[in-house]
Every structure is written in structure tokens, then in C-alpha cells.
């Protein structure tokens, strides 16, 4: 299996512009996360799937986010506008069940989208 | 889920073995210590877990105390390639998303 897949794996974009950023998960895999990471705030959940339905956003900074999964395999995430505080790397996770034990539970990650906003 | 305390920073000499301490004294009876690592420029990647007995797999070794109030990560033999950031996370199975603290920074030189 390839991984968890991301892309674009940079996005250098303006202030005010609409970013999406691209996630495949591991084939099988019923739960997808979305995590930011930046140096003063570290590794911060915004928003979890399960089975394709949004479970709990309550991480999604504002508005200007939103995130999608319209099928199994495909999920994004949308900044519009984006803003230059927006600027970090964003993650993307997968993993089998969340109720089916701490092994199944594992959350793999991909390699993050470095986002920079001027 | 359990607050955890892990020191900022450590140092190892690569071929050593390399012990990295997580204190989680509030953890209760059903919450799992997991440990992730995450390589300079890539995404977190999973380690080990435990609940109450020490574990091995091909990556590390877990230790956990006795009251289970605190646990030791261990690499064996450190590489150069074992210089990461190492979250350890104390959380039930099946609750809420793990949630990734500041973690130890892992520092093996040659």
C-alpha cells in the first residue's frame, strides 16, 4: 500500500486566495483526521471522518475552513480566504477503526501539505 | 485523556541504547500510553502501545511502572535515523482522537 497520500506536498499562495489541499487515505481505512502543525501551536485535530461523515470539526479554526469527504478514498480541505496566519504544514491521517482496539486505532500519517501564505 | 510530562530535549550517542521517560500520573485504569515519533519534515508514525505490561516490537521497547504513573520508551541500539520528536499519549481506545503534545526531541550523535 502507498501510504496516505497528499497533495500538493508545497502551496506557496496570497493572501486572500482559495487553497485545497487533497488527502487519500489507506484502501480500507474508515476514519480520516485532518491535523495542522505549527511551531508555536504544535500539532493541533481539526476534524475527523468516520466513514465518510464528518464526526466533530469542533478543531476547524473558522469559517474560512471547511473539509469534505465525498467518497472513501478522496478528502479535502478548503481555506477561502486563506490568510498568512493559515501558513503551516497540514496532515491528513487514516486509520482502520476507532472502536476496534488500540492496534486498529493507529493513525497513519501522510507526509503534510507546507502551506505559506504571503 | 491524562495530561502527560516528557523533558523538551535529550541527547544520545548513536549505538546506545536510548530511554526516553513520559510521566503520566493521572492516567486511570483503561487509558492506553501510546507513543508516536515524528522525523524532521515527515508525519507523526506510530511506535508501540501499552496499557499495563511492558511491550517489544520491532521498533522499541515500552516499560511501564508498576502504578503505571510513568513509562520509559526504549530504543536499543539509537541510529542516526532515530533523531525525532517522540510524543507519548495517554488516552482511552476508542474516545476522542489522539491528541499530540510537545513531545521529547531525540537527539543521536554520531
Known amino acids: 500500500d502507498a501510504g496516505v497520500i497528499q497533495s500538493p506536498r508545497h502551496e506557496v499562495t496570497e493572501m486572500g486566495q482559495e487553497v485545497t489541499l487533497r488527502c487519500k487515505p489507506i484502501s480500507g481505512h474508515d476514519y480520516l483526521f485532518w491535523y495542522r502543525q505549527t511551531m508555536m501551536r504544535g500539532l493541533e485535530l481539526l476534524i475527523y471522518?468516520?466513514?465518510?461523515?464528518?464526526?466533530?470539526d469542533s478543531g476547524m479554526p473558522e469559517d474560512r475552513f471547511s473539509a469534505k469527504m465525498p467518497n472513501a478514498s478522496f478528502s479535502t480541505l478548503k481555506i477561502q480566504p486563506s490568510e498568512p496566519r493559515d501558513s503551516a504544514v497540514y496532515f491528513c491521517?487514516?486509520?482502520?477503526?476507532?472502536?476496534?482496539?488500540?492496534?486498529?486505532?493507529?493513525?497513519?500519517f501522510g507526509p503534510g501539505t507546507r502551506l505559506l501564505v504571503l | 485523556d491524562a495530561k502527560t510530562t516528557q523533558p523538551p530535549s535529550m541527547d544520545c550517542a548513536e549505538g546506545r541504547a536510548a530511554n526516553l521517560p513520559c510521566n503520566h500520573s493521572t492516567i486511570s485504569g483503561n487509558e492506553y500510553v501510546y507513543w508516536y515519533r515524528q522525523i524532521h519534515s515527515q508525519g507523526p508514525q506510530y511506535i508501540i502501545h501499552g496499557l499495563k505490561n511492558n511491550e517489544t516490537n520491532e521498533m522499541a521497547s515500552l516499560i511501564i511502572t508498576e502504578d503505571r504513573k510513568s513509562s520509559t520508551l526504549i530504543l536499543p541500539h539509537a541510529t542516526l535515523r532515530d533523531t525525532a520528536v517522540y510524543y507519548c499519549?495517554?488516552?482511552?481506545?476508542?474516545?476522542?482522537?489522539?491528541?499530540f503534545g510537545k513531545g521529547t526531541r531525540l537527539s543521536v550523535i554520531a
Open positions: 499519549i495517554a488516552s482511552l481506545s476508542g474516545n476522542t482522537p489522539l491528541v
Open positions: 491521517a487514516s486509520s482502520l477503526n476507532w472502536l476496534a482496539g488500540p492496534l486498529q486505532e493507529t493513525q497513519y
Open positions: 471522518f468516520n466513514n465518510n461523515v464528518p464526526i466533530d
